[in-house]
């Protein structure tokens, strides 16, 4: 359709058997693709900004120009036939004013059945329908150029803020586009006889009715939003078979070269493919019909699945987006007069039943793989299981108050979105009376979205970092315990008091830190003996205890090593050869009655930690649950039986190399116990 448009002011010979337009779309399409496919990104972005402002800009001018022409109270408008001939006839049809301008479709728009666009009687389910998708869309995360620009930004607010922001700017193109409609109206009610066609309106507009400045600043723009839009489709789509496919499934180990490579390959063939693709295109209405309603309507199931339901796998998402595509090629192709809403049900339907389908008969992902998804995204939905799992009750309780704020201003922030497009049509068709009923709609409902959900949500880092890649649970028997340096936080504020600890202690902070459980609550019975049987007054103690000057903490909890002899270091105690992190205090009495590795909650590591007189920064800095996991279970973990045996006969003359230096070691049944990893360890 650009080509169309560029058309109509340049005129290009015809050249081996196709259209002026074609050629015309080929060398707008070589200019942006130039740029793109050698900047990429970065190109995308500056360009996009330049062209933006002049977009903007003329926009205006447009819808100034509009709001200064009025309409009559009835006219007539040109539609074309439903024929097959590369010259349609064009039929006639009379309206007002009152209902041109009306914000409430009709139940029927009343089009005659031979002229094409007869499609849209049904305008008001088609709007229906695409509200639908939009929201869907929206709940399932933004996709294409949506999920660049979204992860381009820096963090949650910067998301909210920018949405806004083009929220506002689109508003834009709602006027210009009521600019344009209203100046060709206006135009064909001047020259009698004269017909326009209604996808050559913009072109006519420009050359017929706007002065020599304006003209040549309104094309500009124009063309350069047509590249503009162009330009981050093709670098979307490339980044899908680079990323997404390439990377992903066929080549894992591909060099940045060979990437390069291949998003510059793919953005040639999208080009291609869309440019030859074109020549079967002959109305804008059809193509957008299926690119905006029919095929976007087999997307929306398995997309929104994905977020919301935990059962959901890769193979029920890639079958159903397949399904989704090709029944909308097959309505595009075989049935190209259906109604929009009907394509949209048949193809949501289709794609919709295969996805559950095969999500049911396939096995799901590994809780591992959810569980980061879950502690990364918190989406709401059936994440019940997972959820209970990665976080305790109280942060729980807080991701559920955010999703359900989200929900909540999801139907005032498309209210709002609605009534704003619509008031900048309004305003350039005098529609005084349906502009002030949209002013109240958005005066009420922006400061509600502004006060309880944009100032309410808390601002995270956009994007996933490096350090949340790995699966940072504790395991105990089999129960996942939270531990993240959120939650330490908060314990070291309401914990900094105590000191001591005894049974009513251990047991009142491991509930408020854990998930309840019966295991867990078994745990905190055991952790709480142990501790009590710590509270032994000095002057009772009569022979030399052992002072233990090394504290380590692992993924299984704390074990604590070291000499009798005062200033010397002795063995670290715990599951690996290599402890993840170690200091050397004076623990004192309470630490030497813990011998051995024992497993504990946060609160507890936390309590044992401000005891043995580690500062509150080392605890923060080192309690990450990345840095406590995920390479001491590879290096404790033990696949066969060679290995282990290997592994021992080494642990046994490290142990007694480091007892021949030592001047008072530990006793020997302690330091000579087999490998300490539980049998239950997975």
Request: some cysteine; hydrophobic content about 45%.
């Amino acid at each position: 359709m650009t080509g169309r448009f560029f058309t109509e002011f340049v005129k290009l010979p015809e050249w081996g058997g196709l259209p002026s337009e074609f050629w015309a779309a080929a060398i707008l399409m070589a200019v942006a693709m130039l740029y793109t496919v050698a900047s990429g990104f970065s190109a995308v972005v500056y360009t996009d900004v330049y062209q933006s402002v002049f977009i903007f800009i003329s926009f205006i001018v447009v819808a100034v120009m509009g709001f200064m022409v009025h309409l009559p109270d009835q006219f007539s408008v040109f539609l074309p036939e439903r024929t097959g001939r590369a010259e349609p006839g064009y039929i006639e049809v009379n309206t007002t004013r009152s209902a041109w301008v009306s914000a409430v479709p009709p139940s029927s728009l009343g089009l005659p059945d031979e002229a094409s666009y007869s499609m849209y009687n049904s305008f008001g389910l088609i709007l229906v329908s695409y509200s639908f998708i939009q929201v869907m869309r929206s709940a399932s995360g933004p996709g294409g150029s949506g999920l660049q620009t979204v992860l381009a930004t820096k963090s949650e607010r910067d998301v909210r803020s920018q949405t806004f922001l083009a929220m506002m700017f689109l508003s834009l193109r709602w006027a210009f586009s009521g600019g344009i409609a209203v100046m060709g109206i206006h135009y064909s009610m001047q020259h009698t006889g004269m017909v326009i066609d209604p996808e050559r309106v913009v072109p006519i507009v420009i050359d017929k009715v706007l002065p020599v400045g304006a003209k040549g600043f309104v094309l500009a723009s124009l063309l350069a939003a047509a590249l503009t839009t162009f330009d981050t489709t093709i670098n979307s789509s490339s980044s899908y078979w680079t990323v997404d496919i390439y990377q992903a499934l066929i080549n894992p180990e591909a060099s940045e070269r060979q990437l390069l490579w291949q998003a510059r390959l793919s953005s040639v063939f999208v080009m291609l493919a869309g440019l030859f693709l074109s020549l079967d295109v002959s109305t804008i209405n059809r193509i957008w019909g299926f690119m905006t309603i029919a095929m976007a309507g087999g997307l929306i199931w398995p997309f929104f699945f994905s977020w919301y339901w935990a059962r959901f796998n890769a193979s029920s998402c890639l079958l159903g987006v397949a399904t989704g595509y090709v029944t909308a090629i097959a309505v595009f192709i075989f049935a190209p007069l259906l109604e929009e809403f009907q394509a949209f049900v048949i193809t949501s339907s289709v794609s919709g039943i295969t996805s559950v389908v095969v999500c049911l008969l396939t096995r799901p992902k590994s809780d591992k793989l959810l569980r980061r998804f879950y502690r990364y995204a918190r989406p709401p939905g059936a994440w019940h299981k997972i959820k209970d799992i990665c976080f305790t009750q109280e942060v729980i309780s807080e991701i559920d108050a955010e999703n359900y704020a989200d929900l909540a201003c999801t139907g005032l922030i498309v209210i709002a979105q609605l009534a704003l497009y619509v008031l900048a049509v309004s305003v350039v068709a005098k529609a005084w009376t349906q502009s002030l009923v949209l002013t109240i709609i958005l005066v009420v409902t922006l400061p509600l979205i502004y006060l309880k959900w944009y100032v309410k949500l808390k601002d995270r880092p956009v994007g996933f970092h490096k350090e949340e890649s790995n699966d940072t649970v504790d395991t105990y028997k089999g129960t996942d315990v939270p531990n993240t340096q959120q939650h330490l936080q908060t314990r070291l504020k309401t914990s900094k008091s105590s000191t001591t600890w005894n049974e009513s202690t251990a047991s009142s902070t491991s509930s408020a830190a854990t998930p309840s459980s019966p295991e867990r609550h078994r745990k905190r019975q055991r952790t709480s003996s142990v501790f009590s049987e710590c509270e032994v007054s000095p002057k009772k103690t009569k022979k030399k205890r052992l002072r233990w000057s090394t504290i380590t903490i692992h993924e299984f909890g704390v074990g604590l090593g070291g000499s009798s002899v005062p200033g010397k270091g002795g063995p670290s105690i715990g599951l690996s050869d290599k402890p993840e992190f170690t200091w050397t205090t004076k623990v004192g009495q309470m630490a030497e009655c813990v011998e051995g590795v024992h497993r504990f909650t946060p609160d507890e590591r936390v309590q044992l930690l401000q005891t043995a007189g580690v500062s509150e920064g080392m605890i923060l800095r080192f309690s990450r649950e990345t840095n406590i996991i995920n390479r001491s279970r590879q290096r404790t973990l033990i696949e066969d039986f060679a290995e282990r045996k290997e592994a021992k006969k080494q642990r046994r003359l490290q142990m007694k190399s480091s007892r021949s230096v030592l001047e008072r070691p530990c006793s020997s049944s302690f330091l000579n116990r087999p490998h300490m990893i539980p049998v239950n360890y997975v």
